[in-house]
């Protein structure tokens, strides 16, 4: 199968692409070329078939990566690019706001529509690696699960209007470690293509998420007071 990868300099997007390399071609695009380079030869050491690499900001719109993509036809595309994931609402500033948007919501929905008019009803993936503050407000990252939650509306509407189109929604309840191969990073990968070989639609990852969900609808201050007595120990 062809895979493509958003965000796969990223730790989250890299693990995600090897775990899916075995006997795979994969195309990674990411803004980090070192960082695109170390996924690369991850997937390779992984059994990937080929693969082909393309550095690109999607803070400038899809530009050539979405012609690059639909010409390459893609079984399976894998979004795990996010500028605003580790960005608190404090931290955004305003000039910043239409570049994140690029990147969080606008240029990869412009490649995946691109991608399934191309394949021209043939079955497509589609698996979005979101949060589950797409579903669960957090304290100062309003922007960044408002933006998730948009997205994960977009897909879904895609997915309802073309029946070719198989979305899978991995909401992640754990903080996961930036730091490259990283061990949290790597399960995640595993369980994502796990969850995808059994033909599930949302799956979460991560236990303290769930119980974080739980917390906050039973009751909003726990959940609020959780979050904040955890960043004064962390």
């Known amino acids: 199968m062809n895979i493509m990868v958003f965000g796969a300099s990223s730790s989250i997007g890299a693990s995600v692409a090897e775990s899916f390399s075995p006997g795979n071609n994969l195309f990674l695009t990411g803004r980090n070329a070192s960082g695109l380079k170390t996924a690369a030869r991850r997937c390779m050491r992984a059994g990937a078939s080929d693969v082909v690499e393309m550095v690109w ?16 036809r893609p079984d399976i595309v894998v979004n795990a690019a996010s500028a605003s994931s580790r960005l608190r609402d404090g931290n955004i500033a305003a000039e910043d706001l239409e570049k994140i948007v690029a990147v969080d919501l606008t240029a990869p929905l412009d490649v995946i529509r691109a991608v399934i008019s191309d394949r021209c009803g043939g079955p497509i993936g589609i698996v979005y690696i979101s949060s589950f503050l797409s579903v669960v407000p957090g304290p100062d990252r309003a922007i960044y699960g408002a933006l998730k939650r948009i997205h994960e509306k977009v897909l879904l509407g895609l997915a309802a209007s073309h029946p070719e189109v198989r979305l899978m929604i991995v909401r992640i309840s754990k ?14 990968g595993a369980a994502v293509v796990e969850g995808y070989q059994r033909g599930k639609k949302t799956m979460y990852h991560g236990v303290s998420g769930r119980f974080g969900m739980f917390l906050f609808y039973v009751q909003p201050v726990f959940f609020t007071l959780g979050v904040k007595l955890k960043r004064l120990i962390c």
């Open 57 to 72: 900001d999607l803070g400038k719109g899809p530009g050539g990566l979405e012609k690059e993509a639909a010409g390459w």
């Open 175 to 188: 903080r996961i470690s930036s730091g490259a191969e990283s061990r949290e990073a790597e399960d995640l």
